[in-house]
T-cell receptor
Framework: DAEITQSPRHKITETGRQVTLACHQT?????MFWYRQDLGHGLRLIHY???????NKGEVSDGYSVSRSNTEDLPLTLESAASSQTSVYFC???????????????FGQGTRLTVV | AQSVTQLDSHVSVSEGTPVLLRCNYS??????LFWYVQHPNKGLQLLLK??????LVKGINGFEAEFKKSETSFHLTKPSAHMSDAAEYFC??????????FGKGTMLLVSP
C-alpha cells in the first residue's frame, strides 16, 4: 500500500545544531507540506512544494528550509535549532492542490522534536 | 485570505449523547471545508469534506457536517458518542490553489 513515512519519530537535539527531518511518500503526489503542531495553535504551515524543484514558504517558515529534488521526498531542515522549535512536526501529501478538495491530504505519523 | 475558528477548545459529552463541534470559517473564494480527527499520538485522518456539492456531508464513523453559507459555518455532529470518538478534531479550510488553514482544534472528551 502507498504511504507517507516520517523519520525519526522522536528526536532530541541541542540548541544550535542543524537537524533534518525526513518525509517520504510513495503515492507519487506532486504536492507535499510540512506543518508544526503546538498546543493552542493547531497545525501551522512551515513550507510546501507543488513539484520537483518547487518550494514555498508557509506561515511559520523562519529558521526552516526544504528542498525537493525528487517527487517522493521533502526533507525539512532546521538550520540552527532553537528551543522555540520544540514541537511535533507533520508531513503531508496530496494528489491535487488541497484547497480544491478533489483529493485527500494524507498525513504522516509525526516527528516529536525536542530542542534542549 | 482564509481563516477558521473553532468555537470550543474542549467539549465533554457522555457516551450515547449527541456530539456538536462548532466551526466558523472565512474565505475570499468558494471554500473547500474539511474535518480531520487526531487520536492521541497519531497522525491526522480525514473525517469528511465539503467541496460545493451537497451541503450535508456524511463522513466516517457516523459523523456529519452541514455547510451553511449564510452563517459561514461547518459544524460537525454525531447522533450518539462512542468512547472511541475521544480525540482532537480540526476544522480546515482551503480554496483553489491555496494551502489548507487549520483551526486550533477541539478536544472531545467522552465519559462513560
Amino acid at each position: 500500500d502507498a504511504e507517507i513515512t516520517q523519520s525519526p519519530r522522536h528526536k532530541i537535539t541541542e540548541t544550535g545544531r542543524q537537524v533534518t527531518l525526513a518525509c517520504h511518500q510513495t503515492w507519487n503526489h506532486n504536492n507535499m507540506f510540512w506543518y508544526r503542531q503546538d498546543l493552542g495553535h493547531g497545525l501551522r504551515l512551515i513550507h510546501y512544494s507543488y513539484g520537483v524543484q518547487d518550494t514555498n514558504k508557509g506561515e511559520v517558515s523562519d529558521g526552516y528550509s526544504v528542498s525537493r529534488s525528487n517527487t517522493e521526498d521533502l526533507p525539512l531542515t532546521l538550520e540552527s535549532a532553537a528551543s522555540s522549535q520544540t514541537s511535533v512536526y507533520f508531513c503531508a501529501s496530496s494528489h491535487s492542490p488541497p484547497g480544491q478538495g478533489r483529493s485527500e491530504a494524507f498525513f504522516g505519523q509525526g516527528t516529536r522534536l525536542t530542542v534542549v | 485570505a482564509q481563516s477558521v475558528t473553532q468555537l470550543d477548545s474542549h467539549v465533554s459529552v457522555s457516551e450515547g449523547t449527541p456530539v456538536l463541534l462548532r466551526c466558523n470559517y472565512s474565505s475570499s473564494y468558494s471554500p473547500s471545508l474539511f474535518w480531520y480527527v487526531q487520536h492521541p499520538n497519531k497522525g491526522l485522518q480525514l473525517l469528511l469534506k465539503y467541496t460545493s456539492a451537497a451541503t450535508l456531508v456524511k463522513g466516517i464513523n457516523g459523523f456529519e457536517a452541514e455547510f451553511k453559507k449564510s452563517e459561514t459555518s461547518f459544524h460537525l455532529t454525531k447522533p450518539s458518542a462512542h468512547m472511541s470518538d475521544a480525540a482532537e478534531y480540526f476544522c480546515v479550510v482551503g480554496s483553489g490553489y491555496s494551502t489548507l488553514t487549520f483551526g486550533k482544534g477541539t478536544m472531545l472528551l467522552v465519559s462513560p
